[in-house]
């Protein structure tokens, strides 16, 4: 009889197996350390390791210690910002403190760390705990990050606090030192690439896979590619002259710029690699296209460089295949 499928820990959670683990075994001993320390890159899953977290501890019906069953009322609550006893401690909760736009935190302030104690403090309204999530941990104040450090020396009962953080030097090392830290890797291409693929089906293959590859393992970094690629599928080898030349100027808008510009030769340099092996491209074309790549990263002028190369491609592909 075959093995029944094993559910993994913490589903929604990609790419970051050594991190859930340490997070799921903690659950299964029942230790659960009153503070984590998560750190990493951003856009690589610290938050949605975070919420995935909450659930297992909050979930009413769950499937396993570290498996929420995903539909009761707090997961869903979870899932929607509303449950009471989990408190997002961040720059939107801050604003509305302070009764000032989002765009002006800049830092964390004390005053949000005072109050998320004393939200901490009162007695948990659906779940046995109550859990704090502070975003980003990067951006304490000196005040606010010693009014942190009284808290994580000296919990309130029943309570557990998550410090996401992408540096995680910027911290103290006192409240280092009081907190369970729990590294989360960049994500490998593939992975990034999955999740892009669910999550923006309207776009292209190529797209997706221009974006995954350039993104460094964020899927922060991918999407904003992904948004930047937006204007990159143009046919540069066949359109007129003129459109072309257009296109390549459209590089100096913030939207594209030197970043998108690079990432879309890195995309073409792969593309010439395989046509090279193919017999479909010289190995000529494959070198401008290093060497534009190269003048780039030396502060070319993006516009410019792109309109050389793309002019040189077009000529070589009209004396090589007469097109």
Sequence with gaps: MPNATVERPFPGVFGQDAAVNQLAASIHAGR????????????????TAARAWAKTLFCQNPRSAAIPCGICVACQKIETGGHPDLLWVDFARQATLLKETVDKQKSIKIGTVREMEHALRLKPLESRVKIAIL???DSLGDDAAHALLKIVEEPPPGTHIVLISCEAGSLLPTIRSRCQRVRFRPLAAEVVKDILSRNHGDRSVAEIERAAQGADGSVDKAKALLEEGSGLDFDWARSPLSEMLSWCEGFQNPRLGRTAAEHFLETLIIQFQGDA?????TPEDLERVFQSLTRLRQNASVSLTLQHLFIHLRRNARKTHGV
């Design 32 to 47: 659960v350390p009153h503070a984590y320390l998560f750190t990493g890159p951003a856009g690589v899953g610290k938050k």
């Design 135 to 137: 975003t980003p941990a």
């Design 277 to 281: 092996r193919a017999g479909r491209r």
